[in-house]
């Protein structure tokens, strides 16, 4: 329920001052389970991912974020519910078998599940190399993969930017479904995760026209940290 709330007030505060646009949202089945895999620019994407379709998505997000104290903690969890967050564990090992059948549960459920395979905020503004937790979700689950490009909102909200930029207009690109049918069963096999991945990320390439790194984007942000700090001193 609050995340209606939030969506139906939200909702027309964003489309006025924002105007966003979207296209190939029909892409999504109207009932069912499915994957939105997409990119990952901006905290924006939590905005303007789900607006533009009339179906709740579900995320899976850092149990951090509804763990903060104090009234930037609460204000943090009430924001994370709102958009309709999961918490959990990330840590890696058991926890992510954990996240994996949260995953699996939601779906089962019949509900829309929204995955940012690069597992965090691409650091410049380019496509990095997806992690193969969705190629599990998608093969475990035989529900379709859609592909869900986020476009315009990292030169609106880049990383470090508490306010987003005004006269930009985000944009969302649905793709058409992914069929994975010729895996199914191998999803204990590292070369079909890695192949399946890799197909989903290339239709977000396709979508979203971004330049594609073949590294994951945690390590970018790492080493672009090191050669700044290289840089001062």
């Known amino acids: 329920m609050f995340y209606w709330v939030v969506k139906a007030i939200l909702g027309p505060i964003l489309h006025l001052v924002f105007r ?13 389970p499915a994957i939105l895999a997409g ?29 903060g104290r104090g009234i930037k903690g609460f204000f943090t ?63 475990e689950s035989r529900v379709p993969v859609i592909p869900w490009a986020m476009v315009n909102t990292y ?18 690109r649905f793709g058409k479904p992914l069929d994975f049918s010729r895996y199914y069963g191998m999803e204990d096999d590292r070369l079909v995760l890695r192949a399946v991945t890799d197909e989903i990320m290339y239709a977000l390439m396709e979508l979203s026209g971004q330049e594609y790194v073949d590294k994951y984007a945690a390590s ?6 090191r050669a700044a700090r290289a840089a001062k001193g």
């Open 220 to 225: 970018a942000r790492v080493e672009m940290e």
């Open 155 to 172: 030169e609106m909200m880049p990383p470090g930017r508490p306010l987003p930029k005004l006269g930009i207009k985000p944009g969302v």
């Open 39 to 67: 990119n990952h620019l901006s905290f924006a994407d939590h905005f303007f991912g789900p607006l533009q379709i009339r179906r709740k998505v579900i995320s899976l997000g850092k149990a951090d974020y509804f763990t």
């Open 77 to 139: 969890r009430l924001f994370f519910s709102g958009v309709g967050t999961v918490p959990i564990d990330r840590s890696g090992g058991k926890a992510s078998e954990a996240a994996l059948r949260t995953g699996l549960r939601i779906l089962r459920e019949g509900h829309i599940l929204g995955i940012y395979p690069e597992g965090t905020r691409s650091p410049d503004g380019r496509l990095y190399k997806g992690k193969t937790g969705v190629a599990r979700l998608a093969l």
């Open 20 to 32: 966003p646009w979207t296209e190939g949202a029909d892409n999504v089945p109207k009932q069912g």
